[in-house]
Structure formats: structure tokens, C-alpha cells
């Protein structure tokens, strides 16, 4: 017999990426108990510039028992190692962000404690040597394993690249096939419950009353009903990312897709590169107070691999998050929830971490208090560790060469980034916080990879001698080199498995 405090009726606003992420999973975990209704219009566009994806996508997909390769075909989908950065800690560098380990531990001494004791005697070649992701991506080879002969197998850590609009629209089926019913129509007003202050209802333009119990909030950045209905607030974190800006516009292909996305540093902001099946997605991010919309698209459009497939479309933003992703009886994600700069990949994965934590703390209509400041606390941990971690990139950058480089490599950062900071530049210890979704070959690859070498290795690493070390890393980097070699390239795994039409 169901609860009767049991919530049974839920209402998506927005569509998109988030709105149908959120409804494909509540009818695949609720299965049927819940009656879910999605509204949207086709008045509003989505913004739709979240194409690169981090491991976790996988495991959304996975839950949802979608096949892979036929989701790829469907997005025109390709796959992705890891984020090359490019001109981020000086003008002609560049490093590769893999996912996946580097190296291998040994007993309990973390890799990268042996690679840096080598590192200081001229015995280790670049870290990026010591990972699989990376050697690969560079090689522009991809397979789910590794399978060199004479080797153990090795499962490949990678993401996908795919059209976010075309990934909505799959996702929609998904929905409406398993009882999801979408409405058109776009919203004129939000009532709220006379006493307690919840959202009651959506009035639509035509007319329409649209009721529910939970609501989640998949309007974007208008935050339609956690802002302009509860007057949530904002926390605005500008003062530590200070772009608020970003022009995007597709191109064509000229060449095979690679298994990475890129980011390309430029004198205001930065430049991502998402190459997929049928065309490459670029967009410029960049600080209004340092260069104007118009010099960032001329940038950009004098930079693309090919011919634009469109005309360039401009974002505004402030880079930050709702005080509460939950409130009342609304709970805010997406673009609704906060906005950082896609620099990682997280847009989609935050969607997919709400999600998640949305069916975790899954209320009653009751809507307990203590429940929901929970899940709040969480969210709001998860928000920041992320912002911590995109405002690493700046922050270790060593360029001189225009104000904007200047302002962020010397302003103020997080204390909690601060001091994480001041610990492995002291004894190259990282411990991965509560709550942050990059592990501590994610902070490893960009640390070094923008000039911040320890000081010094743990000295247990000093265990072995130096010759048992450079044996060590030398099995590894060989290791991985004929791993890489064995796997097919990038577009022929493609072509063979999940050619787009």
C-alpha cells in the first residue's frame, strides 16, 4: 500500500539536456509509481553548448540501460581521453588532462612520489608518458581495452563528445516511451501555496494549469521558478572567475575527429575544441571588462578547423550557484542550479550529480527540513570543489602577457584551494576531499602540468633504490606505450561500431 504522504505528481519546467536527463531518470527509477510531466516551449531555445562529458556520463547512461554505440550513432558521438590544454601555464605549452590513473602505485607510496624523486635526478621522462589516456589520445587511438599481447588487459577510462541538442531529443523518446508526458507551452506565471510559500501551480500563456508536488527547475539560466518565484539568491563567484562571457559556433571537419577535447588559451579566456562525427563545436569564454564580444568572435572565427556551419551565438553569465538548489518544494539544476565555466566538462555531469542526489533524498510531501538541508550541504560542496579545481587552472598559470592573465594568476583564491595547494607544492601529498569529483590524478596532471613541481616526495618512495625506481618507471612507460600502440585508431573504431548517419 503506497505511503500517503507519497510524492505523485511531479513537474519538469525546461527541456534540454538537464529537463530530459532528469525526466528519463525518475521514469526509469520510479517506474510508473510517479506521475511525471515535463513542460516546455520551443519559443525558448536551450543553450545547448555542453557536448564534452566526463567518465561518469557512462555510468548515467549505464543506469538508464541505454547501448552505447547506438546512443553514439544517434549524437553523433565520439569518444574522449581527456582535455588538452594548450598556452595555459606559458604561450607554447600544452599538457593532456587523461582520465584514468598515472602510472601505478606501488604498495603505499602514490606513483607520482617515485616519478618525482626521478624527476629530480633527470631519470623520468614527462609525466604524460606514464598514462595510458594520454599516450593514446596523442596517438589519436582509441578501444574500450587495452590488449597488448603479452600484457594484462586494461580498461580504458574515456568520456564522449556528442550534439547536446540531439542527445535531448533521444532522451525525450526514452522519456515519452516510458509514461512522461510532455506539455508545450510557455509559462506566464508561477502560483505560489497561500501558508507555506510552495509552488502550486504553472500558469501557462494559453491558459493551461499545470499542478504538481515537486518541481524541478530546468528553465536555464532565468532559474524560472527557485529565483524569479522563491527569490532564492545567488552567490556570484565572478571575483575568482571573472569570465562572463562565451561565443559559440560550429564548423566542419577536415580531418578525423580526435579522442580529446582541447582548450586553448587565448589573451582574455580560453577556447574549447569538441570535435565530433559531423562537425567540430567551438566556442570562445572570455571577460567582458578585458575584450568585447565582437573582438572575442572575430577570434574565434579566425581560429576554426574549417567553414562555419552557423552564425556565432553569444552567452552571458555569472559564474556561481543558487544559496539553496533545493527550496520549498523546488529543486533547482541545471543552468537553474549555478553556472561554471565548462573548462572541465562538468556542465552534464552536474545535471547527472543532482540527479542522482535529488533520488537519494528523494522527499516526501512533507518536504522534512533536515532532508533537504542535507542534500543542500552536499550540493553545495560538490559546487565548490569544482569551482576550486576550474579556478586551479588559472591561478598556476605563469603568463605575464595581458591583465587579464595578470589579475587571475595574482588575485585571492578559496582558502580551502589555497591550502591543498600549499601542501603539495610543500610534500606532493593530495587527498581527495569529500564531495569532489576529481581524484588526485586529475589534480596531479594539471598541477604539473602548469609548473607546479613538489618540493619535495614522500620518503618512503626513498625505499627503493634508484636504480629499482628508474627500472620501475621504465616498465611502466614502456608498458603503456605498447598498450597504446595495439589499439585501433580513433575513427576506425568509430567507422566499425557506431558510424553516425
Not at 552567452?315 to 549555478?338: D, I, M, Q, Y
Not at 605575464?400 to 578559496?414: A, G, I, L, Q
Amino acid at each position: 500500500m503506497q505511503d500517503e504522504r507519497a510524492v505523485r505528481e511531479v513537474v519538469v519546467v525546461g527541456g534540454g539536456s538537464a529537463g530530459w536527463m532528469v525526466a528519463a531518470a525518475l521514469a526509469q527509477v520510479l517506474e510508473g509509481r510517479v506521475r511525471i510531466q515535463l513542460v516546455e516551449s520551443d519559443e525558448i531555445g536551450t543553450v545547448g553548448v555542453g557536448e564534452a562529458t566526463i567518465p561518469q556520463m557512462r555510468l548515467f547512461n549505464g543506469a538508464l540501460g541505454i547501448d552505447e554505440h547506438e546512443f553514439l550513432r544517434a549524437t553523433q558521438g565520439t569518444y574522449k581521453l581527456g582535455i588538452e590544454f594548450v598556452d595555459w601555464g606559458q604561450r607554447g605549452e600544452r599538457y593532456l588532462h587523461s582520465f584514468g590513473s598515472v602510472g601505478q602505485d606501488l604498495g603505499l607510496v602514490p606513483f607520482h612520489h617515485y616519478w618525482l624523486k626521478m624527476q629530480r635526478q633527470g631519470g623520468a621522462r614527462p609525466l604524460g608518458h606514464y598514462c595510458l589516456n594520454t599516450v593514446a589520445a596523442l596517438a589519436a587511438r582509441f578501444a574500450p581495452q587495452a590488449r597488448a599481447p603479452g600484457l594484462p588487459t586494461l580498461d580504458t577510462a574515456y568520456a564522449y563528445h556528442f550534439d547536446a541538442g540531439l542527445y535531448a531529443r533521444y532522451l525525450r523518446h526514452y522519456s515519452e516511451a516510458r509514461g512522461v508526458l510532455r506539455t508545450e507551452g510557455r509559462i506566464a506565471d508561477v502560483q505560489l501555496r497561500a501558508g507555506d510559500g510552495h509552488v502550486q501551480a504553472l500558469q501557462l500563456a494559453d491558459g493551461r494549469r499545470i499542478e504538481g508536488e515537486l518541481f524541478i527547475d530546468c528553465s536555464g539560466f532565468a532559474g524560472l521558478l527557485i529565483e524569479r518565484a522563491l527569490h532564492t539568491g545567488y552567490d556570484d563567484w565572478s571575483h575568482w572567475l571573472p569570465c562572463d562571457r562565451a561565443v559559440a559556433v560550429p564548423c566542419e571537419h577536415r580531418a578525423a575527429p580526435q579522442p580529446y577535447t582541447r582548450a586553448s588559451a587565448r589573451g582574455a579566456g580560453w577556447q574549447w575544441r569538441i570535435p565530433l562525427q559531423h562537425r567540430i563545436g567551438n566556442g570562445q569564454v572570455f571577460s567582458s571588462r578585458h575584450l568585447s564580444e565582437d573582438e572575442a568572435t572575430a577570434q574565434l572565427l579566425a581560429t576554426l578547423d574549417g567553414p562555419a556551419l552557423a552564425e556565432p551565438r553569444a552567452l552571458r553569465f555569472v559564474t556561481g550557484k543558487r544559496r539553496k538548489l533545493w527550496h520549498r518544494n523546488v529543486v533547482a539544476v541545471g543552468l537553474a542550479s549555478g553556472f561554471l565555466e565548462p573548462l572541465e566538462s562538468t556542465s552534464l555531469y552536474l545535471v547527472q550529480a543532482s540527479i542522482s542526489r535529488l533520488l537519494q533524498f528523494f522527499p516526501t510531501r512533507d518536504f522534512e527540513p533536515l532532508n533537504t538541508a542535507e542534500h543542500n550541504r552536499q550540493a553545495d560542496a560538490e559546487f565548490e570543489r569544482v569551482r576550486d579545481f576550474i579556478i586551479l587552472h588559472y591561478h598556476l598559470t605563469r603568463r605575464d602577457d595581458t591583465p587579464f592573465w595578470n589579475h587571475v594568476r595574482t588575485m585571492e583564491v578559496p582558502d580551502s584551494l589555497r591550502e591543498k595547494l600549499a601542501l603539495f607544492g610543500a610534500t606532493g601529498r593530495l587527498f581527495r576531499a569529500p564531495q569532489d569529483i576529481f581524484s588526485e590524478p586529475s589534480w596531479l596532471q594539471v598541477a604539473v602540468g602548469q609548473g607546479l613541481v613538489p618540493q619535495a616526495h614522500q620518503p618512503l618512495a626513498d625505499v627503493l633504490s634508484h636504480d629499482e625506481v628508474a627500472f620501475f618507471l621504465g616498465n611502466i612507460e614502456q608498458g603503456v606505450a605498447r598498450h597504446a600502440a595495439a589499439m585501433p585508431l580513433h575513427a576506425d573504431y568509430l567507422a566499425a561500431h557506431c558510424r553516425a548517419a
